[in-house]
Each structure stands twice: as C-alpha cells, then as structure tokens.
C-alpha cells in the first residue's frame, strides 16, 4: 500500500504547483494576443497594399480572424466568463466539492472519501486552460492562406474541451446527473 500513498502524494504535488504554472499560461496568452494583433494590423495593411494594385491574392478573412483571437486571448478572463455563461449558465468555475454519485469509479476519484479529488481537478483545469489557448492560436492560424482545411474545426473542439476541463466539477455533475440521476 505504500506505493499507493506515494502516487498520491506526487498527484499532490503536482497539483500544487499549477497555479503558478496557470498564471504562467495565461501571462503568455497577453503576449500572443498583443502579438497576433499586430500580425492583424500588418495584415490589414498588405491587405490595402494590394487593393492599391488590383491584385486580389489577399483576403480581408485573415486580418478579421486575427483581430478576433487577439482580443480572446488578450481579454482572456471575459473571454472565458462568457463562454463559461454559454455553456453552462454561470461564469464562475465552481470550486471543487465531493461528487456523490452511484458510480464507483467516480466516487474513487472524486468522492466524499478521495485523496486526490482537489488534486485532480487543479490538473485538469491546468489542461482546459492550456486547450482553451490551444483552440485559439489554432482559429488563428487557419485564417492563413496555405493552411490545412479543418483548422477551425479543430480549435473551436479544442475552445469547448477546454471549458469543459477548466469547469472539471460542473462537467461532472452534468455527466452524472444525465447517467446516473440525481442523488
């Protein structure tokens, strides 16, 4: 049974450093955003460049989309309040209570008498954070000419993953009320 404590208490040690490691994630989310709106205005000015010479190999789609997860990234907590209000119709993430459920695999990990519930919450709302920036810097680079089809597929999965994640306990008690019922 040692070798179980042990892995609980790395969990937790982990678990209590990604605050840090989450302020880190979202101060490099300003930089991207202050740097994908000056990719915009370089944009908007090729873009005007060459409407000045008829020649119309630019889009006016590429700056917009720029423009847009610049501001999603740079207005990164208002960002996440509405998305977090449209999906699951509060804007506060909830904070980490046991989930009482009939499921035992749920209630091992993040039930009343778990050891590393709280842990494995700051874990995952680490990764939601990180899907969440992920999803957009992905919305931007599809708006590039040249890019693979799908991009923005992919990042607005990745956007809704991350919500998903950050919300880890209110996700839960919606997978296991719509499974289990309420208790």
């Not at 370089?42 to 423009?67: A, D, H």
């Not at 909830?94 to 209630?107: E, F, Q, R, V």
């Not at 039930?111 to 494995?120: I, T």
């Amino acid at each position: 049974m040692s070798w179980i404590s042990d892995q609980v208490d790395i969990i937790n040690n982990i678990a209590s450093n990604l605050e840090q490691v989450q302020k880190l994630v979202s101060g490099a989310a300003y930089i991207m955003g202050l740097s994908f709106g000056i990719k915009a205005i370089f944009c908007l000015k090729q873009y005007g460049e060459s409407r000045t010479m008829m020649s119309s190999s630019t889009s006016v789609k590429e700056p917009v989309v720029y423009f847009l997860v610049a501001s999603m990234l740079l207005y990164l907590p208002t960002a996440f309040e509405i998305m977090m209000n449209t999906t699951f119709g509060y804007s506060s993430v909830l904070a980490y209570a046991p989930i009482g459920s009939n499921n035992s695999g749920l209630d091992t990990l993040f039930g009343q008498n778990s050891a590393v519930g709280e842990s494995l919450s700051m874990i995952i709302r680490t990764i939601g954070l990180i899907a969440f920036i992920r999803g957009w810097v992905m919305i931007a680079r599809s708006a590039s000419q040249g890019s693979q089809p799908g991009g923005t597929g992919k990042g607005l999965m990745h956007i809704f993953g991350g919500i998903l994640a950050m919300n880890i306990v209110g996700t839960l008690q919606i997978i296991n009320n719509t499974l289990y019922g309420t208790t």
